[in-house]
């Protein structure tokens, strides 16, 4: 059901923006990402003891070459998204994100060599850039300025809500049926649903960003609606002290997921945890992570963006500190939590943050480039810590991480404007 519509000057009608006005559409959309997050939850716990118990990739740096091919493919294609749902429209790109998805399944199941498992995150990245990218957009678009942190904070709860069950799920498939091919089934059957409802129910939203782009109050000059592709990636990524701090720390964010994914499981498996505690530590993070940005997204609508995210970081710092010095299931179980906390603050605020700023006019664009960058953060964070643990182990590449993590906290600090919020 497409949202409600209003009269304009001349009598025609133009689609209204609110959260009340589409709740419908805008329900289905958090739905969707539910189904998103799912299908990149499907790897959390099973991926990584795949490549050491299967593949026996003995090396930190050879097991996150998936998170690397992920982590660069996604990024990818999160700045895609935003220039092809300006130019074709959001539902389309959205299509494609599913499709691209379909062989993924297929590829972990019956892949023989670590080749294939790099290629399925190939196109997993790819998958996860387009659907999740326009899935943001699309919730931007409905509900206007006045909600976007509370828009943003229930799609990305929605999202890792959906990595956090299933990493749970997976866990349990593993342990009762093996790391093949039972785990895998239940991504495929989200990658299923998922398409069928985007092109069964899911309705175009780029007339409603058109509609607010009407009604947009440009704050600065550089910010003006006419901006080139080109100008919208060196403001987003460099030249506006909001967008740029936010896209510095939503790659610092990302980082340390990508640790969190590829070297946790690692961890606490050799530390002797058997592999339903592990699922549970990889569920807990993007558990507690996903139902606080319920709270978080809709509190920096008032209170504002910049120490959230300031704090969130430091939070997430103090919490990957403790997992590096930590020796027991107990003591990683509340680390998980409070880095899920920590992440919570940060990341629906960043969204809402470059949206602040963004002109409804290129926002799509501007959330490709920040997603660019955040994402970005994955294959950093693959490398980073892969050639750490190597070199140094497992704990001294989380040390650092969090090092990086408290920096990235005070450049937000620093460097933010603190009165971007609608």
């Keep these: 059901m497409p949202g409600k519509t209003l009269p304009n000057a001349s009598g025609s009608a133009v689609p209204g923006l609110g959260l009340r006005q589409n709740l419908a559409q805008f329900m289905l959309l958090v739905a969707v990402n539910a189904l998103v997050g799912g299908t990149l939850g499907q790897e959390r716990t099973v991926l990584p003891l795949l490549a050491s118990q299967e593949f026996h990739l003995d090396l930190y740096t050879g097991a996150l070459t998936y998170i690397l091919a992920f982590g660069l493919s996604k990024a990818a294609m999160n700045y895609f998204a935003g220039t092809l749902s300006d130019r074709y429209g959001r539902r389309p790109v959205l299509i494609a994100g599913w499709l691209a998805a379909v062989p993924v399944p297929l590829m972990l199941i019956f892949g023989p060599s670590w080749a294939w498992i790099v290629a399925a995150n190939v196109l997993l990245g790819i998958s996860q850039g387009l659907t999740w990218s326009t899935a943001v957009i699309m ?22 809500l959906g990595v956090a069950v299933t990493a749970l799920a997976t866990g349990y498939l593993a342990t009762t049926y093996g790391l093949r091919p039972a785990p895998f089934l239940l991504g495929a059957a989200y990658i299923a649903l998922g398409l069928g409802l985007t092109v069964l129910a899911v309705k175009e939203t780029q007339h409603h960003a058109n509609t607010e782009a009407t009604q947009h109050a440009e704050a600065r000059s550089s910010a003006h609606a006419g901006l080139t ?4 990636f060196t403001l987003t990524s460099f030249k506006d002290r909001s967008l740029s701090a936010a896209s510095q720390a939503g790659l610092v964010n990302n980082l340390n997921d990508g640790l969190a994914w590829g070297l946790f499981p690692v961890l606490f498996a050799n530390a002797g945890l058997n592999l339903d505690q592990i699922g549970i530590l990889a569920a807990a993070y993007p558990a507690a992570w996903g139902a606080a940005q319920l709270a978080t997204g809709a509190a920096s609508d008032r209170w504002g963006r910049k120490w959230f995210i300031t704090t969130g970081m430091l939070v997430q710092a103090a919490a990957l500190a403790v997992t590096a010095s930590a020796h027991s299931f107990g003591a990683w179980l509340g680390a998980a939590i409070v880095l899920g906390l920590g ?8 969204l809402a943050a470059i949206g602040d700023v963004a002109h409804p006019a290129w926002r799509a664009r501007s959330v490709g480039v920040y997603r660019l960058w955040r994402d970005g953060g994955f294959a950093v964070g693959a490398l980073l810590s892969g050639v750490l643990a190597d070199l140094y182990g497992i704990p001294t590449a989380i040390a650092a991480v969090a090092a990086i993590t408290a920096v990235s906290g005070v450049v937000v600090a620093v460097r933010m404007r603190g009165n971007d919020h609608a």
């Design 139 to 160: 919730k931007m678009d409905l509900v206007g300025p006045r909600q976007r942190g509370l828009a943003m904070g229930f799609n990305e709860a929605a999202g890792y």
């Design 343 to 350: 992440t919570a603050m940060v990341y629906p605020t960043l």
């Design 229 to 232: 592709t080109g100008q919208v």
